[in-house]
């Protein structure tokens, strides 16, 4: 008899189908659908619970940390930002500085030169003028007359010369018709008086009225200036390989007797403007005078104008020196003296001049440029080494 068929293990039982009406599948149902929903509402019955104290306490500690860790974060990062805006100022300013400053430097330099030259354009404009008179045959001819004693044909020349003491009077002022006639004289004369050109009869002579002495706080008047020896302005002709113009004085002699500045008419004979007072004549101190300024001298001088605010004081004192004793002889309507006075240096010709006309302690850069030429052994003779050295 053959075997009943066995039921494979490895095949799955059939899912009980739902019963139908009427039998207990129906009856089931229910159940699990009710029990389901009691879970249901208990679930959120346990969320809306009160959390547990602890839980609490541990979430507030982490916020409160958390708080702080920030705040921490915010205030170093803030610090930062302040220390590295400082140093990127400071490091701007350190990089601007220099440019700056030249900038200015630069800038006051230009003004200096804007205003030599508009003092060269007003020099220009001058001889410009005297350019166009001299073109003139009448302007001539009256020169000629004045500074030449130049005579046309028909005239007679006139020339009146006075001892070096004498004292010029005013002239009488003419007398008038009508004036009083001295007693004791005939009527005709009275009347030969008023068509006559001068007055006759014995006038009597005033004399001068002694010279009044300066009011305390006033100048003293200037005396004249002295004769220069027809010998010494040989000497400066030979020296300067021309003929020296507008020499007023020598104001240094050098040890061995030769001048060696001449002091100069702020306006020449032909009405020239010559603002340097002191020149310096000796071929020897013009040649050291070359040398050092193409050594570098006057720029290193002018460097130090600006770093040493005593230096720059002193020349300035020397410069309006030099510019209230030209403007006691003749103004010339400028401040300009020379040599790059008072705020550079610029030749050093007019300095050394200067300081020899004068001697020490008036202008220093021409003191500290002699204090280098009389250490000298070529200018033996030519400058006192204890003097300047």
Known sequence: ?????????????????????????????????????????ARPAQI??????????????????????????????????AAILAAVVCVLTLTIAGPVRTYFAQRTEMKQLK????QLRAQIAELEQQKVKLADPVYIAAQARER?????????????QLPPNAVVTQEPEPEKPGATVPAGQPWYTSLWHTIADQPHGVTPTIPPAPPVPPAPGEPAPIPPAPVV??????????QLGREPRGVLEIAYRCPNGEPGVVKTAPRLPDGTPFPTLYYLTH???TAAASRL???????????RLAQDPELAAAYRRAHESYLAERDAIEPLGTTFTGGGMPDRVKCLHVVIAHSLAKGPGVNPFGDEALAVLAAEPAMAGILERDTWV
């Open 293 to 303: 300024e193409s050594s570098g001298m006057m720029r290193e001088m002018t460097e």
């Open 1 to 41: 008899m053959p075997d009943p068929k066995r039921p494979d293990p490895r095949r799955r039982a059939p899912a009980p189908r739902p019963g139908k009406p009427g039998k207990n599948g129906d009856a089931n149902r229910p159940r699990a659908s009710q029990a389901r929903r009691r879970a249901a509402e």
């Open 229 to 238: 020896d027809p010998a010494d302005l040989e000497v400066v002709a030979r």
């Open 48 to 81: 809306e619970q009160a959390p547990d104290e602890s839980v609490a306490k541990a979430i507030a500690v982490q916020a409160q940390q958390q708080a702080e860790l920030q705040s921490e974060q915010r205030f170093g990062s803030a610090a930062r930002r």
């Open 148 to 160: 030449l004693g130049f005579v046309m044909p028909g005239d007679t020349p006139f020339q009146v």
């Open 283 to 285: 071929p020897a101190l």
């Open 115 to 118: 205003a030599s030259e508009e």
